[in-house]
């Protein structure tokens, strides 16, 4: 089974500090990519990467960045975390190829105060 | 409007009951479809995945595709608590990697 971990299951920061949520897959896939959920908007898709260094935005990529230095791990870095940035994060990871789904860690749900 | 249309509930039903779950879309380039349970403080689990229009069997699940209509469905027969989560719908394009979901249904089987 793939096995999507995320470092963190609850996290409590300040605001205007720099966050790092990692994610870790153990299926050498490809793709991997960052969402947050929030009530009433569903998932939304912040960054994904295809491949190591290679990284895209998604739908909401404001106030975030990410890093793929290795092909199993893929960081989301909130850059100056803000309350409004208060949300359940979650990694998912794919092998290569279009139309696949997706396998999710659970979750790390993060306030910022 | 939303590309995935998913009836967010919440949906409450007696244990045993044969539970509908639904999504509508918009974009006729879906192509894959999915759908995923998640439980409370838990990621998604995928559960189903389906291409062509028509019904997928496994187990008490059944998901149902009707891409003329732009319709797919998940049908949970004999259900139990424990089948109490978020179902959320889930659809890619030909081709594509990223994933659109539904806003997610929260179901609740009451013993």
């Known amino acids: 089974d793939v096995k999507v971990t995320q470092s963190s299951r609850y996290l409590v920061k300040r605001t205007g500090e720099k966050v790092f949520l990692e994610c870790v897959q153990d299926m050498d896939h490809e793709n991997m990519f960052w969402y947050r959920q929030d009530p009433g908007l569903g998932l939304r898709l912040i960054y994904f990467s295809y491949d190591v260094k290679m990284k895209e935005k998604g739908d909401i990529p404001e106030g975030y960045s990410v890093s793929r230095e290795k092909k199993e791990r893929f960081s989301l870095i909130l850059e100056s975390a803000s309350t409004n940035q208060t949300s359940m994060y979650l990694c998912?990871?794919?092998?290569?190829?279009?139309?696949?789904?997706?396998?999710f860690g659970d979750g790390t749900r993060l306030s910022i105060l | 409007q939303k590309e995935v249309e998913q009836d967010p509930g919440p949906l409450s039903v007696p244990e045993g009951a044969i539970v509908s779950l639904n999504c509508t879309y918009s974009n006729s380039a879906f192509q894959y479809f999915m759908w995923y349970r998640q439980y409370s403080r838990k990621g998604p689990e995928l559960l189903m995945y389906?291409?062509?229009?028509g019904n997928k069997e496994d187990g008490r699940f059944t998901a149902q595709v009707d891409k003329s209509s732009k319709y797919i469905s998940l049908f949970i027969r004999d259900s139990q608590p424990s089948d109490s989560a978020t179902y959320l719908c889930?659809?890619?394009?030909?081709?594509?990697?990223?994933?659109?979901f539904g806003q997610g249904t929260r179901l609740t089987i009451n013993p």
């Open positions: 998912a990871s794919t092998p290569e190829g279009s139309n696949q789904p997706q396998h």
């Open positions: 889930a659809m890619v394009i030909q081709g594509a990697q990223k994933l659109v």
């Open positions: 389906t291409y062509s229009s």
